[in-house]
């Protein structure tokens, strides 16, 4: 490890050295070597040789002790070091360099996940400027970078992407795209799967990443905040244990905190839903009255990440996410076909990975994300090492979910939808074989095990398009007709 201090250069004629000032610094020196000694007997490490010869100032012995607190062999004496770090405001643009040029990538990621943490110590980690020519077409980057998503789920393909400098491009892209919120998110999409891989961590901590999402966890767009309080979260060995893959979002807490956390609540979405929009209070009044938004300006709160989180602060929330197209025609990917009991599978896996089931846990679902839900728990059942996800679900919160199918697919609401009809589509047929399966199975399953059900039944119409307005999931469809707590929401 490299480290810097930062001195005065002074005259070399020994004849300008022997004032009154030479006499302080020297006496000055005197001193801080003797504290920095007996520092080093208390904290029981041996006593730096640099330390013995260079000259500096009363005022950098703060900065140096933490940073040795923070390489100490206890883990409890390293994040207090950090929490030293994160809550002191006061010191100089030099202190703070010394920090981000001498901490470790431990040290550094607590302090990105800090939330009193000062921005400008992932100021001055790197700093450095980039040059490009014109920009290239954002949408064919788009294309190819969804491409390089599916690429970094692979841990052997994360590994090409690191070697061929992938990091470095990545950010100059990130950079460039600043205005536009889209392919940022990608890119960090990217960046998150690649921090599940440890044997990476080094790379992305010395390619400049930690800063940026430093920076990114404070903004007040909270997409943008997510993405990067996933990628630190998978950074942080230090105080997270679990590992976000792609699409498993914690809208709180997203910095490192003291609160125990004692459930977790998992949000997640329905047909052409998404981990924040769904859960928003309504579009925006601009965006109805006028001409269509771009991204989350377009919504207003997510209540979970701001209602829920301060009524509940000792709660985990996550919000999943993941793909659904009405069409065949508008998926991106035709040929990547999900049945809802591929999608089940894949997601249940990556929750456990999460750790949900290690605490209480309660499920809240829309429309055919209560499906999912269901078919989950159900795969969990049957799974000895998922038995810790059916052993803590306390409670089901089901908001208008088909539970015996929807007329959807039979509307022909553009020529396209009905001639490339999308899987999901499929089945959520009325009165789906498969659904009926499904349903029967849960009911038993959950009277079985006294889970808490309670469904929420939607009254209003829903516009499709801008033509036609129905009730994608009639009153007779979304009621469980069984145990559950039913409420009817005008909505």
């Given at each position: 490890m490299k480290s810097y201090i930062y001195v005065h250069t002074v005259s070399l004629d020994k004849g300008e050295n022997h004032g009154i000032a030479w006499q302080a610094r020297k006496e000055l020196h005197k001193a801080v070597r003797k504290v920095l000694a007996t520092s080093a007997k208390i904290l029981r490490n041996p006593f730096a040789d640099p330390f013995s010869t260079v000259d500096i100032e009363d005022h950098e012995c703060a900065v140096w002790l933490l940073l040795r607190k923070s390489k100490s062999d206890d883990k409890t004496t390293r994040l207090?070091?950090?929490?030293?770090?994160?809550?002191?405001?006061?010191?100089?643009?030099?202190?703070?360099?010394?920090?981000?040029?001498?901490?470790?990538p431990k040290t550094l990621i607590g302090l990105a996940r800090s939330e009193e943490s000062?921005?400008?110590?992932?100021?001055?980690?790197?700093?450095?400027?980039?040059?490009?020519?014109?920009?290239?077409?954002?949408?064919?980057?788009?294309?190819?970078?969804?491409?390089?998503?599916?690429?970094?789920?692979?841990?052997?393909?994360?590994?090409?992407i690191e070697a061929n400098g992938g990091l470095q491009l990545l950010q100059r892209l990130y950079r460039?795209?600043?205005?536009?919120?889209?392919?940022?998110?990608?890119?960090?999409?990217?960046?998150?799967?690649?921090?599940?891989?440890?044997?990476?961590?080094?790379s992305i901590v010395r390619s400049g990443w930690v800063s940026i999402m430093a920076e990114a966890m404070k903004s007040p767009h909270i997409m943008e905040s997510s993405h990067a309080a996933r990628i630190l979260a998978n950074l942080d060995r230090e105080t997270v244990q679990e590992k976000y893959q792609d699409g498993v979002y914690v809208l709180h807490p997203q910095y490192r905190t003291s609160q125990p956390i004692k459930a977790d609540v998992l949000f997640i979405h329905g047909l052409m839903g998404a981990a924040f929009k769904t859960w928003r209070q309504q579009d925006s009044e601009q965006a109805v009255i006028e001409k269509p938004m771009e991204d989350e300006d377009r919504y207003t709160t997510c209540w979970p990440k701001t209602w829920l989180a301060k009524d509940c602060p000792a709660l985990r929330i996550i919000s999943v996410e993941y793909d659904t197209s009405l069409s065949d025609w508008r998926a991106r990917c035709p040929m990547e076909r999900k049945s809802i009991a591929f999608r089940s599978n894949e997601l249940l896996r990556k929750?456990?990975?999460?750790g949900v089931g290690d605490r209480p846990v309660v499920w809240i679902s829309h429309s055919m994300g209560g499906l999912l839900v269901k078919k989950m728990l159900l795969e969990a059942s049957m799974k000895p090492e998922m038995s810790t996800v059916?052993?803590?679900?306390?409670?089901?919160?089901f908001y208008s979910?088909?539970?015996?199918?929807?007329?959807?697919?039979?509307?022909?609401?553009?020529?396209?939808?009905?001639?490339?009809?999308?899987?999901?589509?499929?089945?959520?047929?009325?009165?789906?074989?498969?659904?009926?399966?499904?349903?029967d199975d849960f009911l038993e399953f959950a009277k079985d095990k006294n889970f808490q059900v309670l469904n929420f039944v939607e009254t209003l119409p829903t516009y499709i398009g801008s033509m036609i307005?129905?009730?994608?999931?009639?009153?007779?469809?979304?009621?469980?007709?069984?145990?559950?707590?039913?409420w009817l929401l005008d909505a």
């Open positions: 207090e070091a950090v929490r030293e770090m994160s809550e002191t405001h006061h010191w100089h643009d030099y202190q703070y360099r010394i920090i981000a040029q001498a901490c470790d000062d921005l400008q110590i992932s100021f001055f980690l790197v700093k450095q400027k980039y040059y490009f020519g014109e920009v290239p077409s954002a949408t064919v980057e788009m294309f190819c970078l969804e491409a390089i998503v599916k690429h970094s789920e692979i841990s052997t393909h994360c590994d090409k460039l795209h600043k205005d536009c919120p889209k392919v940022q998110r990608n890119i960090m999409r990217v960046i998150g799967n690649m921090a599940l891989n440890e044997h990476l961590h080094s929750l456990r990975a999460a059916i052993n803590n679900t306390r409670g089901i919160i979910v088909p539970h015996h199918g929807s007329r959807l697919a039979e509307y022909s609401v553009n020529i396209r939808y009905l001639l490339f009809p999308s899987l999901e589509v499929k089945e959520l047929s009325k009165d789906s074989p498969a659904l009926k399966t499904l349903q307005k129905l009730h994608v999931v009639p009153v007779e469809s979304a009621g469980i007709h069984s145990f559950e707590t039913c």
